[in-house]
């Protein structure tokens, strides 16, 4: 069974930062490509990051580019988002996926002075 774990986000003020995490289990990390997804209040979905199974290929949505930074660690069934400079329209609860079946039950940021 496949599992994403999500842990790390919280209440910040604008401009600071905060590291995402997600533990993998039930399926081979390692040759999986996989994604940040948000959701913010009264928006669609928004796909903020996505990175190829060694980590050799990433992408980001513009919103987030030269803020937020993806990797994972394939030896600890990881996947990490680093977000600075973080601004109130962050805000939204955010999912590590596996294709488009496979999320976590999600993580909440909140960036508010």
């Known amino acids: 069974e496949v599992q994403l774990v999500e842990s790390g986000g919280g209440l910040v003020q604008p401009g600071g930062s905060l590291r995402l995490s997600c533990e993998a289990s039930g399926f081979t990390f390692s040759s999986s490509a996989m994604s940040w997804v948000r959701q913010a209040p009264g928006k669609e979905l928004e796909r903020v990051s996505v990175?190829?199974?060694?980590?050799?290929?990433?992408r980001y949505a513009d919103s987030v580019k030269g803020r937020f930074t993806i990797s994972r660690d394939n030896a600890k069934n990881t996947l990490y988002l680093q977000m600075n400079n973080l601004k109130p329209e962050d805000t939204a609860i955010y999912y590590c996926?596996?294709?488009?079946?496979?999320w976590g039950q999600g993580t909440q940021v909140t960036v508010s002075s």
């Open positions: 996926t596996k294709g488009v079946v496979n």
């Open positions: 990175i190829t199974s060694l980590g050799a290929g990433i």
